[in-house]
């Protein structure tokens, strides 16, 4: 079974096709990452994975379930960190995780694991309306985690981040993945996904223009790195 299966997905906000004809599969356990200029339809995907947002046509499976039809399904297979994920600034950070726990319903380690997970140590009795960007993410990737998803879909979970902060978030990813989480990500940074991804989709103008292991497309390419070849690929299909 694959972690995701998308055939011919096309989504239009209003008349206009922000996805066109987007088909790809991802095999369990791998880190998968979605890259492409801004406003390419990388969030809009990852929306319709889960289930947040409907495919206008096509299909799509996650895990064997369709994420239109179950949709529910879906919900409690996976976690999704949003772009730009908000936090509870009254709770503080273990209440979060708390709360995160019941909503899931998962075993009660859930809330050491997240607490473990997150790094955050005696910060996390703050309010979390005291967090800095990168302990909001740190906590948001954590209470994705804690819950041993079998997938995990993370919209840049660096940016914007320090280097001490994007180095744990990517460290955690990289654990999480060698225990066989599968995850979909998105990023800018072409080093990062580089260093993360076992494959990328390249995605412009709402089709993927691109898809395979990193090292295999540099070469078939003739390129140094992944910002050579997103760089060519985007001018190529813009
Ligand atoms: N709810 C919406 N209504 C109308 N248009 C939308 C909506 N959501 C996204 N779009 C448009 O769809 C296109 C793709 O947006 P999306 O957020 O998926 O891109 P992205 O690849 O995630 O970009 P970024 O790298 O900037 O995060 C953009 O042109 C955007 O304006
Ligand atoms: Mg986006």
New binding site residues.
Partial sequence: MYAVEAVGVWRF??K?P?LRDVSFKVEEGLVFGVI??????????FRILATLLKPSKGAARVLGKDVVGESAEVRRLITYLP?EAGVYKHLSGLDFLKMMKNLYDVDSKAVERGAEISGLGRSLGRKMGEYSKGMRRRILLASCLMVNPRLSIL??PTAGLDVEHSVYVRKTIKQHSAHGTTFII?S?NMLEVQYLCDEVAL?NR?TIVEQGKPSKLTSAYGVQNLEELFVKKTEETG
């Fill in positions: 906000f209003s206009t922000v492409g200029p801004n406003g390419a339809g990388k969030t809009t995907l772009e919209d840049e998105s800018h995605i709402g």
